[in-house]
C-alpha cells in the first residue's frame, strides 16, 4: 500500500487489483496500468455497489473520456485532477448529498 500525495491519509493498493478498498465513505480503484476495456468495466462495476453516502475515487494513469457519459446517463456527478502523473476520478450519485460533501473534501 502506498499513500497518495495531495490526498490526505488515503491509502491504496499499487498495481491492479480486483477488489476495492473501502475506507469509510470513499471506495478506491486503482486501475492504473489495465488495458482496456477493463478499467472501464472495473469502475461501472464498482459503481453498481455503492451505498448511500459513498463515493468511487478511481484512479488511472489515462483521463476515462468514455467514461463521463456514461456516468452523466446513470445519474452520477463527478469531479478529476491530476496529480503526480495519476488522474484522480471521483464519482458520486447526483442525489447524495453525503457521498458529494466526502468527496469534494477529498479533492480540495
Known sequence: MRLVPGFASVAVRTGASDEAIRMSS????????????????????????LASGEYLHLLSQRDPVLLYPMLAQQGFLCESVERAGVIHVLIWRADDTAAEQAARTLST
Open 26 to 49: 470513499e471506495v478506491i480503484v486503482d486501475v492504473c496500468g489495465l488495458e482496456q476495456p477493463e478499467p472501464l468495466l472495473r469502475a461501472l462495476a464498482a459503481l453498481e455497489g
